[in-house]
């Protein structure tokens, strides 16, 4: 367990400190006293979010609690052998013995290390910690499932854990760009607000010269008109206030509305996020590989009957790469569906902010109407996308493991080519019925 969380920790071995901190230590920590390293994180931590040092990445308050149970001293050198000895009481004190352990264990774990994933019941996969100073899960939740339950490799598992890297830096990135989508609506919608208010300012002023200028023509009583144009007044001032909170608020709708499918998991990163997606899925399609050369191939025995071994296993795993490629390129669709419809929210939610002062005059306020219920519809579609994606995900993970290799594989295609069907169709039909 330690191997493999050294591995995910620090990659580049027990000299490896944070990479954010902007003060570097003064030679290699390994050849420090632990009085050193911490004098070097409390300095560090003042222009950095996180100091965590060491092959386990071990934060200042951490290895300070660590001197004052007598686990280490502060004279003795944060040695490769010192910082086992931390990460071997941290692990005891999650519980964890040799062996299998189950999936509250192994939340414990994850509480303590941040690239691990959280697992179990409810889970979303992701890390306690996820997006908290730059921390992601570096496992999938499945992987880590199976390598706390002694079903698989530390080889295996740290194969995987490369595989889920590459996916986390994608979903990542997919992640910035919604981020970034989010940003450049919220500056628009900032830069227009003044000329909308203008808008709406001339059109209210153009609704009361008209309605009052007819009622003195007409010779109606001025407390009439008054009390007819009310409601229409009270709506522009509504609508003059909404104008200041109008980006933001779009910004955190579609934020709420891909979120909705997420499962409640026990830590904080538990909300549904591209990154978590795009590195459970490269796992699954990985373990679609590592199962053909695992498991038996008795049930392809039977459709290849007579076929020699060394030709079988190049069709064996020749079937099995082309349905983990499958897999990997609808699910890069479905990734690209998301970043469609939240584009769409918010290219729609600032056309409806500029149609907004049409709302103050009787004769446009249909055009209002429609821009927002526009809106609301690519709002639930985006919610449709979530719920095809966390749900597809969650059945995935469930069956993966439990059957032949073969019928795994084609189970995993089977729900990526129905998700996939589903993005397609259901949430544009959605999106009507609003808009």
């Known amino acids: 367990m330690l191997d493999l969380i050294g591995s995910l920790e620090a990659p580049q071995g027990c000299d490896q400190v ?23 994180q409390r300095q560090a931590s003042r222009t950095a979010v996180s100091s965590a040092a060491g092959r386990y990445q071990v934060i200042r308050a ?48 994850a509480g303590v290390w941040a690239s691990l994933p959280t697992t179990g019941p409810g889970s979303s996969g992701a890390s306690f910690y996820e997006g908290i100073a730059g921390n992601h ?21 740290k194969s995987s854990a490369t595989v889920a890297r590459i996916g986390t830096a994608i979903g990542l990135e997919l992640d910035k760009m919604l981020r970034i989508l989010g940003e450049t609506s919220a500056a628009v919608i900032e830069a227009i607000t003044p000329v ?20 003195s023509i007409q010779g109606n009583a001025i407390g009439t008109v008054f009390a007819a144009f009310l409601p229409q007044l009270l709506l522009a001032i509504f609508l003059m206030g909404s104008l200041a909170t109008m980006g933001p608020l779009i910004w955190w709708l579609a934020e709420e509305a891909l979120g909705l499918s997420a499962a409640s998991g ?13 590195r459970e899925k490269l796992g699954i399609a990985q373990a679609i590989l590592l199962e053909g050369s695992n498991r038996s191939l008795s049930l392809w025995s039977v459709f290849l009957d007579g ?15 082309l349905c983990a490629i499958i897999v990997v390129l609808l699910t ?31 004769e446009t306020k249909d055009i209002m109407r429609r821009s927002l ?59 009507k019925i609003l808009g």
């Open 137 to 157: 899960a570096l496992l999938d939740a499945e992987t880590f499932r199976a390598f706390y339950t002694c079903e698989t490799t530390l080889a295996d598992t």
């Open 332 to 362: 890069a669709i479905s990734l690209g569906s998301v970043v469609f419809y939240w584009g769409r929210v918010l290219l729609v939610g600032a056309q409806a902010i500029l149609l907004l002062p049409f709302g103050a005059a009787d």
């Open 266 to 278: 026990p830590g904080r990163g538990s909300g549904f996020s591209l990154t978590t997606y795009a």
């Open 307 to 321: 076929v020699e071994e060394t030709l079988r296993q190049v069709l064996f795993g020749s079937f099995l790469a």
């Open 18 to 40: 944070y990479g954010g901190v902007k003060l570097d230590p003064p030679r290699p920590i390994t050849s420090m006293r632990v009085s050193e390293v911490i004098a070097w």
């Open 373 to 431: 219920t526009k809106m609301g519809g690519y709002l639930l579609a985006i919610v449709a996308v979530s719920l095809i994606l966390a749900t597809t995900l969650e059945m995935q993970s469930t069956s993966r493991g439990l059957l032949n290799p073969i019928l795994n594989a084609l189970t995993a295609v089977l729900f990526e080519v129905i998700a996939t069907v589903l993005i397609f169709s259901l949430p544009g039909r959605v999106a």
């Open 62 to 109: 951490t290895l300070e609690r660590m001197v004052e149970r007598g686990v280490v001293r502060k004279h003795e050198r944060f040695s490769p052998g010192v910082q086992d000895r931390i990460g071997r009481y941290l692990l005891r004190e999650t519980g964890y013995r040799s062996g299998p352990i189950g999936h509250k264990t192994a939340n414990r774990i």
């Open 196 to 215: 909308v208010l203008s808008l709406l300012g001339l059109i209210l002023t153009f609704g009361i010269i008209t309605k009052f200028g007819n009622a």
